[in-house]
Structures are given as C-alpha cells and as structure tokens.
C-alpha cells in the first residue's frame, strides 16, 4: 500500500460510494494505528494544530467515547457537543448550530443524528471535512469498517468469506454500511431474522436471506447480531421478546449443534439475552470487545486520512 495514497472524498459519509481500494487503505492505516495505541506512548502528533469536533444529536457511548479517544490519540483538539445539553433545546436549528461551531474554525465534524442524511447536508454546506457517525437508519460506516477489521483480524481475508447479519435489519444502520463494505471486500453477505424486520428490497443489494437461524449459523464464517431496535419501532414486529429470543437470539446450545460455530459480532448495546445470552457475549467465540478495541485504531485512519487530504500529515 503506497505511503501516500489517499482517499477519494473528503468526507466519509457512508459506505456505498465508496470504492474497494479506499476501504482497504483504511484498514491498511487502522493496523498502524493499532500498534500505535498500543505502544507505551500512545499519541502521535498527526492532527496537531487541527480541530474536531463531535456532534452528538443522538445517544452514544462506544461511538463518542472512540471517537474522542482517536482525536486526542492524535494530538487533536476536541471539542464536544451534545444535544441534550446544549441550546438545541432553545430552539435553535441544526444549520445555526453548525455555523456557530464551524465560526470557531473547526477543521473536522464527527457528526451522528437521528435523521437519515444530516451528514451529507453538512457535507453540500460546511467546508470541513465530515464524519457520518451514524445517521437514523441510513449508514454507520466507522462501525462497518471496524467490523470488517475485526473480521480480517480474526480470520484472515475477507475474500470469499460468508457473513451473516442477524435480527433486527429493518432500523439498522450498521446492517446497510456492512452490507455495501463487505460486498466490496468480496464477501457474500446473507440476513437471518423475523420477516417483519427484513426490508423487502434487500435482495436487490445482491443479499441472500436465510429464514431459519440455525441454518445461517452453520453457512457462515461470521454472524454479526444487531441489536432489536425498540426507540426506532413505532409497532409490534415480533409477538413478544421470548419469542424473538427463541427464535433469533443466540445461545451456546444452539452453538454447540453446529459443525463449526462462526466468529459472532454485535456493534452494542447488547440486550443480553435477547440478541445474545450473557454466556455467548462473554465466550471466546464472541469479538465484542475486540471490535470496540479497533474502533479507535479505525477512526484514528478515518480522520489521519482525512486530515491529510487539506495539508501533508507525515508524522504518524
Ligand atoms: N455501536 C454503536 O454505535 O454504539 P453507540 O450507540 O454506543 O455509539
């Protein structure tokens, strides 16, 4: 991978246009800057003098918290923003709050809402660089890449490997950023869930959907169990949560009847025992903190390379 190269966007607000070659130089700098983190001395001076800020419209703990992480691990100056502290509850507009930020001369917005397509109305009026940190039930595409990383360390290449994204797909984010990123990494990409959480055009993204979980488990090399979106369904779409758990939820009984169990993710929170029962989440089959590790690694890449698009940023 040339030293180099660089991205084709300036912003990073989703994985669908992405091309192949720029996801992999993304994985390529997020294992540089996994060492990095951990040496004994875990900054690098990469974003000095720059400034990020995160804009939090919506609740998070692992997305914020890694993202901030990254920023200071590269020397940045960080600077927080949270809706629910701050004067949008007075009323003011989401354009007037970004023009007060930006008018402080910030060179990133990370940036998650509620409401699909927020970061890309960003990217049409703001000229710093944005990153989509998760928009409704749109895209989140650090989470995907630090999925896809997670993958790769765990089982080698992607290239004809399979994964299965379990349960709720219909209100995920993160299921739509991995199917665009792993398709383009050459893995064939499958669901498993309640047909009511299935969207119906999700075969027209090349995405097989295998009814019954058992059978998912035991074609794929990965399950990647969502979390049930309760906040985002305005409707029942599963009788009840035993119910889902006794159908979708993953047990090390149901494990223990497959041939070979796959490497199992879940982006968080997880409602143990619903999605998983505490002994799966907490078992070496599960890569749940591995992946909450990565994230950093990956959004240190996402926001050097960035970053190194408007001005040189060698010192890494
Ligand atoms: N995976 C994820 O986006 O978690 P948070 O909502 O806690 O950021």
């Known amino acids: ?28 700098w997020a294992g540089h800057f996994k060492e990095v983190i951990n040496r004994p001395i875990k900054r690098v001076p990469s974003l000095r003098d720059l400034t990020v800020a995160n804009l939090f419209f919506e609740n998070s703990t692992r997305t914020r918290l890694s993202f901030e992480l990254a920023e200071k691990r590269l020397s940045a100056d960080v600077v927080n923003f949270s809706a629910s502290t701050s004067s949008v509850k007075k009323g003011e507009t989401l354009n007037d709050t970004v023009s007060n930020i930006l008018a ?47 993958m790769q360390e765990r089982i080698g290449s992607l290239e004809g490997k399979k994964v299965v994204i379990v349960g709720d797909i219909l209100h995920s984010r993160v299921a739509l950023s991995n199917i665009f990123g792993l398709q383009k990494l050459g893995v064939h990409v499958a669901v498993s869930g309640p047909s009511t959480l299935i969207p119906r055009a999700i075969s027209e993204l090349g995405v097989e959907v295998i009814d019954h979980l058992d059978d998912a488990l035991e074609w794929a090399d990965v399950a990647n169990v969502l979390r049930v979106q309760h906040e985002r369904m305005d409707r029942a779409f599963f009788p009840s949560i035993r119910e889902y758990h006794k159908r979708y939820g993953i047990t090390m009984e149901r494990l223990n009847r497959l041939k070979q169990v796959p490497l199992i993710l879940h982006p968080g929170p997880i409602n143990r025992g619903v999605e998983l029962t505490s002994e799966v989440a907490d078992s070496p089959y599960a890569a749940i903190l591995n992946q909450v590790e990565n994230g950093v690694a990956v959004r240190m890449a996402v926001l050097y390379l960035l970053a190194s698009q408007s001005a040189p940023q060698n010192v890494v």
């Open 1 to 28: 991978m040339p030293q180099n190269a660089k991205l084709q966007s300036r912003h990073l607000l989703g994985l669908q246009h992405v091309p192949a070659e720029d996801i992999q130089l993304i994985l390529h």
């Open 104 to 150: 402080m001369k910030v060179d990133l917005v990370v940036i998650r809402h509620s409401e699909a397509g927020v970061a890309h109305f960003l990217a049409d009026r703001v000229p710093a660089h944005i990153v989509n940190a998760g928009d409704g039930t749109h895209e989140h595409p650090t989470q995907a890449l630090l999925d896809a990383f997670t």
